[in-house]
């Protein structure tokens, strides 16, 4: 095969892995009983650890209003605890529950041990490459939003 085509095959199969993986996001959330956003906030508190809203409401391009709302929602179904920011008065840090971690849908940590294990058989001398090539389509989604978001990467959420 030509090394184009091979290339191809890749942009390929990330497509088709970013549609069934929204596919599973969809089923997953309505699983949890929770919104698609209230679902990628609990994702990238899981990715992330502990945030202010600021920097989840950048992450969700959402307004301070609509994150605290999230927060709200999230806070009395007991997934998200507010608490004080060790190094900024003004702000508090946003964390998972421990109750958001039991309460994830049957099947969710089967997912994740799937995904750990085919990481782990990506040969040791490609392993490099693939992680290269995500981090640079990660990057390249992440403009490609801000660009459709009417502003500069890394500006945050439009006021």
Known sequence: MTPAFERDRIAASLQRF??????MRAALA???GVSG???DALEHLEADGPLTQRQLGERLAL????VTMLVDRLERAG???RRPHPKDRRAVLLALTAEA?????????EYHVR???LAREVPGEHAAAVSAFLA???NAASEAASRFDGREAGAGPPR
């Open 101 to 109: 971690t039991r309460a994830a849908p049957a099947g969710l940590g």
């Open 79 to 81: 997934w998200v605890t």
């Open 136 to 138: 640079a389509a990660a």
């Open 37 to 39: 956003t209230d679902l």
């Open 115 to 117: 995904i750990d294990q």
């Open 63 to 66: 307004t301070s209003g609509a």
């Open 18 to 23: 970013g549609l069934e993986r929204d596919r």
């Open 30 to 32: 309505r699983a949890a």
